[in-house]
């Protein structure tokens, strides 16, 4: 079945550094999500990707996704401590009809 | 609104008993979701439900069941709990849209112990 693999696992930074998480699936996906959890929270939709080659902004977020529609990447420019949390892809197949298969996640931990 | 609502938020059980997670919610959402999330795996998708009075597998459904008699709710049970059923559960649930777009919207988790 499908598979989405996201690394790092985890990622310790300086407040003010950058950061970036990859996201890679086993097959070529139809679209793909981004959500964050705060820690002891629930996931939190962050943005959605449909368009092969898309990149999307969202304050100091920079989603994208790759021409093969097959990985996809989120760049946090300068991070703050309120960044902290995991961040998890979701990608939905061509055929997986309305099922999301999310990634393992990366944990950002943010020091001031 | 109240969104997503999940009951209980905690539980503890004893291997072979049994319990319903309860997930209601209140956006008229075609679409609801049960996940598990352990350590490391990200979320698991257990069962989902496409519509009332239907459902269907997902990836992870042995030693689950679920039902949705009413479009707002939507069961999940237990009949004989393990350890290796310990995990945090969360509800979601998305709108429909022939584009496809269907962004979720979770409920606050159900923690669960079986000891």
């Known amino acids: 079945g499908q598979q989405v693999m996201q690394i790092p696992q985890y990622q310790h930074v300086q407040e003010g550094e950058d950061f970036t998480t990859y996201c890679n699936s086993s097959t070529t996906l139809s679209n793909i999500q981004w959500y964050k959890q705060r820690p002891g929270g629930h996931p939190v939709f962050l943005i959605q990707?449909?368009?092969?080659?898309e990149v999307k902004k969202q304050k100091r977020l920079t989603f994208q996704f790759g021409e093969a529609k097959k990985n996809s990447s989120l760049h946090i420019t300068a991070t703050q401590t309120t960044d902290v949390g995991t961040y998890f892809c979701?990608?939905?197949?061509?055929?997986?009809?309305?099922?999301?298969?999310f990634g393992g996640g990366t944990r950002l931990m943010v020091k001031p | 609104n109240a969104g997503v609502t999940q009951t209980p938020k905690f539980r503890v059980l004893k291997t072979g008993q049994s319990m319903t997670l309860l997930c209601a919610q209140d956006m008229n959402h075609e679409y609801m979701y049960w996940y598990r999330q352990d350590p490391g795996m990200g979320l698991r998708l257990i069962h989902y439900s496409v519509g009332e009075g239907t459902t269907a597998k997902g990836e992870v459904p042995d030693g689950y069941n679920v039902s949705r008699l009413k479009k707002q709710n939507f069961l999940l049970g237990l009949e004989s709990a393990a350890p290796s059923q310990t995990s945090v559960y969360f509800c979601?649930?998305?709108?429909?849209?022939?584009?496809?777009?269907?962004?979720?919207?979770f409920g606050p988790g159900t923690r669960l112990t079986v000891t």
């Open positions: 979601a649930s998305s709108y429909f849209e022939t584009s496809g777009f269907y962004e979720q919207y």
């Open positions: 990707l449909v368009k092969s080659g």
């Open positions: 979701a990608g939905r197949g061509n055929n997986a009809g309305n099922m999301l298969t």
